[in-house]
C-alpha cells in the first residue's frame, strides 16, 4: 500500500512540474510527436496495403495451381524463361483430358484494347479470354447478370463479363447488362458485372475490377490465337494436397510438352503462396527501413527529453535536498523523475496517435488504403512511454545519488 502511494505523489508531482513548465513540456514533445506520427502512419500503410492486397488476391484461389510459360516472380535468366514454347489451347485441353480428378482446368489468354461505349473511350483495358469453368477457379462472382456459359464457348458468342470500375467508368454506373460496347473493332454484349474485388497494383498486380471477360473461342476469333501464349489454372480436388496434385501437373505437362526425362520444365507452375511470400519480403523491408527513419525521429525526441530532465534535476536540486533530507528514499526521487519523463512522452505519443487518426484518414481517402487499429495505437502508445523510460533514467539515476547535503546548499 505504502509503494502504491509513493508511486501516486511521484505522479502528481510529476504532472505538476510539467504543468509549471508549460512552453518547455510542449517544445520538448515535438520531438516525440514527429516520431509517433511517423512511426503510425508507417504502420498504418503498411497495415492497409496488407489488408487490401489480401482481400484482392484472394480471387486467385489458395488451392489452384497456375500452369503457364513464365514464373510469377523471376528468379535467375528472364532471357531463358522468355524463350520457352508458347503454352497452347490444345496443352490445356489435353491436360484436362488427363487429369480427370481435377475439379477444373481453365485456360486463358489476354491482350489489351481499347473499348468503347457510345462516345466513351477506355484505353488499355485487360480482355481476358476464359471457359466457363473461371468460376470454379476463382473466388469471385458476378454481382449483376451472369458469367460466361457452356454455350457462349462452344457457340463463341460475343459476350462479355465486365469489371465494376468498367461498369462505373465506361457506362457511368447506369445497368450495364444487355448493352452491346466496342472492344477493338468488335462489337460485343454486356451480360454480366463482377462484384467490387479490389486491386493488387501497388505491387505490380492487377485492377481486377479493370478488366472484361469473354468466351475463349470468341476472343481467338477476334483477337486470335494462333501465336498466342495461354495460361492454365487447374483446381486441386479437395481430396487430394495441393503437393501432390502439383506433382501430377508436372509429370503431365512433361508428357504433352514431349520432355525428355533429362531436360528442364519448359513451363511454370505457379500458386497463390508465390505472390504472398513476394508481398511479405517486399513489405517487410519497406516496413525496416521506414522505422529505421522514424527510429531517428524518436531518438533525436528522446534526446531532447534527456536534456530537459537534466535541465528539471539542476533547477531543483534544493528541493531534492529537501525532500531527501526529511527522509525521501532514493527510490522515490528515482520514481519521480521517471514519471515525469515517461509522462511527458505519454503526452506527446497521444497527440501523435490523435494527429495519425487525421493522417491515415487523408491518407486512406487520397493516396492509398490506410487502416488504424488498436494494436498500432498500443504499440505506438507503449513505444513513447518506453523512450520516456529510456530518456528519463540517466537524469533520474543523477537526481536519486544527489547528496542532500550537497543539494541543501545549492543556489
Known amino acids: ?175 450495364a447488362l444487355n448493352k452491346k460496347m466496342k472492344i477493338g473493332r468488335y462489337t460485343f454484349r454486356v451480360v454480366g458485372v463482377m462484384e467490387k474485388q479490389g486491386s493488387a497494383g501497388f505491387f505490380g498486380g492487377p485492377n481486377f475490377d479493370r478488366q472484361i471477360f469473354t468466351p475463349i473461342t470468341s476472343f481467338t476469333k477476334a483477337f486470335g490465337g494462333t501465336n498466342r501464349n495461354f495460361s492454365i489454372a487447374v483446381k486441386a480436388p479437395a481430396t487430394e ?10 509429370g503431365e505437362m512433361r508428357k504433352i510438352r514431349k520432355l525428355k526425362p533429362t531436360e528442364k520444365d519448359n513451363f511454370s507452375i505457379n500458386q497463390m503462396d508465390t505472390l504472398v511470400s513476394a508481398y511479405n519480403n517486399v513489405m517487410g523491408v519497406i516496413v525496416m527501413i521506414g522505422l529505421m527513419i522514424t527510429g531517428v525521429s524518436l531518438f533525436v525526441g528522446g534526446i531532447g527529453v534527456m536534456n530537459i530532465m537534466f535541465v528539471s534535476v539542476t533547477e531543483r536540486t534544493r528541493e531534492i535536498g529537501i525532500r531527501k533530507a526529511i527522509g525521501a528514499k532514493k527510490r522515490t526521487i528515482l520514481s519521480q523523475f521517471l514519471w515525469e519523463s515517461s509522462a511527458i512522452c505519454l503526452i506527446g505519443g497521444s497527440i501523435g496517435v490523435l494527429l495519425s487518426f487525421f493522417i491515415t484518414a487523408l491518407i486512406n481517402q487520397f493516396v492509398l488504403p490506410a487502416s488504424l487499429s488498436l494494436p498500432i495505437v498500443l504499440v505506438a502508445l507503449f513505444v513513447s512511454v518506453s523512450v520516456g523510460v529510456i530518456s528519463g533514467i540517466i537524469p533520474a539515476i543523477k537526481a536519486a545519488r544527489l547528496n542532500p547535503i550537497e543539494a541543501l546548499r545549492y543556489e
Open 241 to 250: 494436397s495441393l503437393a501432390e496434385f502439383e506433382y501430377a501437373v508436372i
Open 1 to 175: 500500500m505504502k509503494n502504491i502511494y509513493e508511486t501516486y505523489e511521484s505522479f502528481k508531482i510529476a504532472l505538476a512540474a510539467i504543468r509549471a513548465n508549460k512552453a518547455r513540456g510542449i517544445l520538448t514533445t515535438l520531438g516525440i510527436i514527429i516520431g509517433i506520427v511517423a512511426v503510425v502512419t508507417t504502420m498504418t500503410a503498411a497495415n492497409g496495403l496488407g489488408n487490401n492486397f489480401r482481400e484482392s488476391i484472394s480471387a486467385i484461389g489458395s488451392d489452384v495451381l497456375y500452369v503457364s510459360k513464365m514464373p510469377w516472380i523471376i528468379h535467375g535468366n528472364f532471357f531463358e524463361f522468355r524463350n520457352r514454347k508458347n503454352l497452347t489451347l490444345k496443352d490445356a485441353r489435353d491436360l484436362e483430358q488427363q487429369l480427370e480428378n481435377a475439379v477444373a482446368v481453365n485456360p486463358a489468354t489476354s491482350a489489351r484494347k481499347n473499348i468503347k461505349y457510345r462516345s466513351k473511350v477506355l484505353e488499355a483495358i485487360p480482355i481476358i479470354g476464359a471457359t466457363e469453368k473461371q468460376m470454379f477457379v476463382s473466388n469471385s462472382v458476378p454481382e449483376l447478370g451472369r458469367f460466361i456459359s457452356q454455350n457462349d464457348v462452344q457457340s463463341k458468342k460475343f459476350v462479355c463479363v465486365i469489371g465494376k470500375e468498367i461498369e462505373e467508368q465506361l457506362f457511368e454506373n447506369s445497368n
